[in-house]
């Protein structure tokens, strides 16, 4: 399985990050990171469904900082 959350380490960094993804229509959802996950940041993550990677590579170029990345079933 793709991990599919993108941890980032702030919920303004979460919002610019999906609207980055939306203006590339790639689906990607705001969301409490999961307390399971071992990170520091402000608890929100990304939810993309569809092209984890591709989406990840888009916001580095993009100059979002990416803490990393955690399975969703983690939850």
């Given at each position: 399985m793709n991990n599919q959350l993108i941890l980032?380490?702030?919920v303004?960094?979460?919002m610019k990050a999906k609207n980055i993804l939306d203006s590339y229509?790639?689906?990607?959802?705001?969301?409490?990171?999961?307390k399971l996950v071992?990170?520091?940041?402000c608890g929100y993550c990304?939810?993309?469904?569809n092209e984890p990677d591709r989406a990840e590579e888009i916001l580095r170029?993009?100059?979002v900082r990416i803490?990393?990345?955690?399975?969703?079933?983690?939850?």
């Open positions: 980032l380490p702030s303004t960094y979460a229509h790639i689906r990607a959802y705001i969301q409490r990171t999961p071992e990170i520091r940041s990304l939810f993309v469904p170029k993009k100059g803490l990393g990345r955690a399975e969703r079933e983690q939850i």
